[in-house]
Nanobody, 120 residues
């Protein structure tokens, strides 16, 4: 399973960006799709997640500003980021938890990350 993230870039404070992540390859079931982020020198933190039943979760810092959603094909996840702040500057990683076959173990998959830079 490969995860291809895109949509990062440079934006001014108060602006918006939309991140996309597509899961490709053989995957039987996706349990959760999520976005994490990691700022320089800091740990990787959960931004938002969405379950197979479209139940969403947001970290406290992101409620009301960020929206996670899935595409119609359910193997694509988006993160709409509004009202961006300089402290949102980080590498954003796409994450999927799922299994490739009905009998396979549930596995975590990570994308390569996309850089978001918010200027003041």
């Amino acid at each position: 399973v490969q995860l291809q993230a895109s949509g990062g870039g440079l934006v001014q404070a108060g602006g918006s960006l939309r991140l996309s992540c597509a899961a490709s390859g053989s995957i039987f079931k996706i349990n959760v799709m999520a976005w994490y982020r990691q700022a320089p020198g800091k740990q990787r933190d959960l931004v938002a997640s969405i379950s197979a039943f479209d139940r969403t979760y947001y970290g406290d810092s992101f409620k009301g500003r960020f929206t996670i959603s899935r595409g119609n094909a359910k193997n694509t996840v988006y993160l709409q980021m509004n009202s961006l702040k300089p402290e949102d500057t980080a590498v954003y990683f796409c994450y999927v938890n799922g299994k490739q076959t009905p009998v396979a173990l549930t596995t975590d998959y990570w994308g390569q990350g996309t850089l978001v830079t918010v200027s003041s």
